[in-house]
């Protein structure tokens, strides 16, 4: 049996289907071919896997014999009516299936939409239009490129690549889709056309960009957070710094003072005694060097972060003509200070060494805005400011907060001006936070201005600065009037002091300090000196019968017994001998002390036996007042 290609293909097709070949699905189908081979007929089958008719049909010879049989498969025309509604069925589905799909040739030219891309591209189901043209114009201007590209790569390789596209709606909206597309090949393996869908991602896109955005939010919190962490860290680091600085200059402070003490005694009693006048001289310029001693232990201290020691009214004028070297040494040599003081500049009421620690910093400050070089300019004048013309502080922000602090009234304004860079309202805003510096690693702590605003407010004035980008800065201190003479520091010692018959009891854990201040008052003209080495010591001296009438006491010492704990002691004792400490810490370990309430003098090294002995007199003479008594001995 032979058979044509047609129905060749059509029994393997049959064979798919059914998985039986197209003779053996049909079992009588032998027998009929031998009737049609002995009488004429024709037969017809159908089976439903494959829709066909068939027809069998003998061939005959000259002699009428049967030469063959012929069959012939034709459409069941039952089944083609059959497949007519599905068809349609099948149609429509595509015509409306809910996304926007499409076919188009080899070379990717459009010959059919469904009604859903019609549906949103002309706002009808039913469009004649299927030209590339028009879909090309419907693409977003930014994503045309990038899907011809690939389009283009998928009809030459027969590759599909999803991509992602905005394509505008019949009311002129842009709408996310993603192109999912495949090829249709025939049966050697060609491309008949190109099937494809756009499936709107509108929604998911919105969401994705949602958490993109909460992702970067996030992430900038999260740097933020490493910021703040970052400068918190730095700042502890910054404070940790700071403190082992403090208290190891406020310890060195002290210690040198205690040594600076001893030598202004010493000192002292060698010009009280010496009857040569060149060794007189000599023995002042020990004198006057161990104050300029005193100055640098004060600085010390105000690096260390302490609270003004003492207050005096200060000379503005003298002050400059003693200050120049050193401000000239803090800006340099490449840098020029011009400093003017106006005749007849009053007195200010305040701490002279935290003074003199201001005007360098800001000299400081000044000298580093000019890179070093240059000319910076120091001015102190008296300036009297109205009320309704107070200056801003230091920035606008901040002068409705801290301006009802200030007062109008009589000043002494101390200005220091440089030509250099100047600064922003943003940096201006900061210049007098904790540890803020624009001057880089390790070339500033920021912590200059900020003392200089705390001295200033302390000493009830304020700060002003003016500063412009490119042009330069002016920082200004205003510091209160004082009505109150500058003391003459230049006094020579050795007037007659007058002493009487007190005892005193000396107590000091270093005995360098003991001996120095016992030789200093013995010489004087006091004989009965008792010195112990701390409270505990002292206690028992006067409970062993001891008599004084002033006790001179450190404030800080070794042993069980405090200083507060000291001063109960004496009152269960009911004795109520006058003490005047002295120290070489600062103002807050006394406040640590709890030596607050004025009830006791307290005197900080290094200080004169003028000072001493006038706080003596006042303790004796007290505390007769107290009592009503006559002086001791009489």
């Not at 889709?177 to 060609?190: F, N, T, V």
């Not at 540890?435 to 690693?441: D, L, Y």
């Not at 980008?469 to 050795?494: C, F, H, K, N, W």
Request: contains cysteine.
């Amino acid at each position: 049996m032979s058979v044509n290609e047609a129905l060749e293909a059509l029994i393997k097709d049959h064979q798919i289907i059914t998985g039986r070949n197209l003779l053996g699905a049909y079992p009588d189908i032998h027998a009929q071919i031998r009737r049609c081979a002995s009488e004429p007929c024709r037969s017809t089958y159908r089976h439903a896997p494959s829709s066909l008719l068939l027809e069998l049909t003998p061939v005959r010879g000259a002699g009428g014999s049967v030469l063959a049989v012929q069959l012939i498969a034709l459409a069941d025309p039952a089944a083609e009516a059959q497949a007519k509604p599905l068809e349609k069925r099948f149609q429509r589905a595509l015509e409306g299936f809910p996304l926007n799909a499409w076919m188009c040739t080899p070379k990717g030219d459009l010959f059919w939409i469904n009604h859903t891309s019609n549906q949103f591209s002309h706002g009808r189901p039913v469009v004649n239009d299927v030209s590339n043209t028009y879909w090309i114009s419907k693409f977003h201007p930014d994503d045309l490129a990038k899907a011809s590209k690939v389009l283009a790569q998928a009809m030459v390789d027969g590759v599909a690549r999803p991509f992602r596209y905005r394509i505008r709606d019949w009311e002129g909206h842009y709408h996310w889709h993603l192109a999912q597309y495949a090829p249709i090949r025939d049966e050697s393996g060609e491309i008949m056309y190109w099937v494809g869908a756009g499936i709107r991602i509108q929604s998911f896109v919105e969401s994705e960009e949602n958490l993109i955005a909460q992702i970067e939010a996030q992430k900038a919190d999260h740097l933020s957070d490493k910021r703040r962490l970052r400068n918190a860290n730095n700042l502890l680091e910054s404070a940790q710094k700071m403190e082992l600085v403090s208290n190891l200059a406020g310890g060195v402070a002290h210690d040198l003072n205690n040594l600076l003490f001893i030598m202004g005694m010493n000192a002292e009693l060698l010009f009280k005694n010496l009857k040569n006048p060149i060794y007189k001289e000599y023995a002042d310029g020990i004198r006057v060097n161990i104050k300029k001693a005193a100055r640098l232990s004060s600085q010390l201290m105000g690096f260390s972060g302490r609270k003004p020691q003492s207050v005096s009214a200060v000379e503005p004028g003298k002050l400059m003509d003693e200050l120049r070297d050193l401000l000239d040494k803090a800006v340099g040599a490449e840098a020029f200070l011009t400093i003017r003081v106006e005749e007849d500049v009053a007195p200010v009421l305040v701490d002279r060494m935290y003074l003199e620690n201001s005007l360098i910093n800001l000299a400081i400050n000044a000298r580093d805005a000019i890179a070093g070089r240059g000319t910076l300019m120091l001015s102190v004048a008296n300036e009297r400011v109205q009320r309704k013309g107070l200056p801003t502080p230091w920035h606008p922000a901040a002068q409705e907060e801290h301006g009802s602090a200030r007062a109008g009234g009589d000043y002494v304004v101390f200005r220091m001006h440089d030509e250099g860079m100047g600064m922003s309202e943003d940096v201006q805003a900061r210049i007098f936070e904790p540890f803020f510096t624009t001057k880089g690693p390790n070339k500033g702590t920021g912590l200059g201005l900020p003392m200089v605003k705390n001295f200033v407010e302390n000493s009830g004035g304020f700060l002003n600065v003016k500063s412009e980008l490119g042009v330069g800065t002016t920082i200004s201190m205003y510091l209160p009037r004082s009505e109150l003479i500058a003391a003459d520091e230049d006094r020579q010692p050795g007037t007659v002091i007058e002493v009487g018959g007190e005892s005193l009891l000396i107590i000091d854990d270093d005995i360098g300090v003991r001996n120095a201040l016992a030789n200093a008052l013995y010489d004087v003209g006091y004989q009965n000196i008792t010195t112990a080495y701390n409270c505990e010591y002292a206690i028992e001296f006067l409970g062993n019968g001891l008599k004084a009438d002033v006790i001179i006491s450190d404030v800080r010492m070794p042993g069980r017994m405090t200083t507060s704990q000291f001063l109960a002691k004496l009152r269960e004792m009911k004795n109520d001998v006058p003490v005047i400490f002295a120290t070489g810490y600062s103002e807050d370990v006394v406040i640590e002390q709890g030596l607050v309430d004025g009830r006791h003098p307290v005197l900080f090294k290094p200080f004169t036996l003028e000072e001493l002995f006038t706080q003596i007199r006042d303790a004796v003479q007290g505390r007769r007042r107290t009592e009503g008594s006559s002086p001791p001995g009489q």
